[in-house]
């Protein structure tokens, strides 16, 4: 009897060293979704992507650079991440699968970046009335209390959509629209994030600064076409978000 006492209180003492981690997940359009899971690069759900190869199972952009990092740094904590980023996606697309890729999951930590494919497609059509902005924060709030009441002790980072006057961006028309809508929508996530204790990313700000401070023989050079980061934008990306958590204490 003793030595079966100490063989459990031994496993005990194991548990914590090898036990499950902290679950992260980040969701949102192609820039968080990087190609992950062998896609291709399609808007291919979740379900029918690779979820067993390591060497894709994160795709290539900032979202990686974030789980490699802590994963890298602190292997003995057990991180779990999800990349559960789908190209072309808009909120209304986040809404149709957050069961299935948000609270399905069970995340301690979800990460949210979206909004340049609302302003894309608003842009691209009629647009005889307003952006509905009200709409659009309501519905953003909607997920997040969903995912609240399934875990009231989640912890949010909130991104804030980006767009850039570079590449082929230039070639289109409309980026005053496009450029203001960006912002507005920025400012919604900032006040959503203050009235949620999340934290907040401010992307927009940080590429602007960039583009300002930093600039380079190409206009190309953090932003490629207007929307998309190249790897040296998504490596800043991906700075950021790990200096905000750090900061915030969460991770």
């Not at 894709?56 to 602190?74: D, W």
């Amino acid at each position: 009897m003793k030595r079966i006492w100490i063989c459990l209180l031994w496993l005990a003492c194991l548990c914590p060293m090898y036990g499950q981690g902290l679950r992260i997940l980040f969701i949102g359009d192609s820039i968080t979704d990087g190609n992950w899971g062998n896609s291709d690069g399609s808007a291919m759900p979740s379900a029918g992507r690779n979820l067993w190869d390591m060497n894709h199972i994160y795709g290539s952009g900032y979202m990686y650079l974030c789980a490699s990092y802590y994963q890298s740094k602190y292997p003995g904590k057990g991180y779990e991440f999800f990349n559960r980023g789908i190209s072309g996606n808009a909120l209304a697309d986040l809404e149709k699968r957050w069961e299935e890729d948000a609270i399905a999951l069970k995340p301690d930590i979800l990460s949210v970046l979206v909004g340049t494919n609302d302003i894309h497609y608003y842009i691209g059509g009629p647009h005889t009335e307003p952006f509905d902005t009200l709409g659009w924060e309501k519905r953003y709030r909607a997920l997040l209390d969903r995912s609240l009441h399934a875990n009231p002790h989640l912890k949010l980072v909130l991104g804030a959509p980006f767009t850039a006057f570079t590449g082929s961006m230039k070639n289109s028309e409309g980026f005053a629209l496009r450029d203001n809508l960006v912002h507005t929508l920025a400012r919604i996530v900032k006040r959503i994030a203050v009235e949620y204790k999340a934290v907040y990313l401010p992307y927009d700000e940080m590429f602007e600064t960039l583009l300002r401070e930093a600039p380079s023989s190409q206009d190309t050079y953090w932003i490629w076409d207007g929307i998309h980061p190249t790897p040296a934008g998504h490596r800043r990306m991906s700075e950021l978000w790990i200096k905000e958590v750090e900061r915030a204490g969460i991770l």
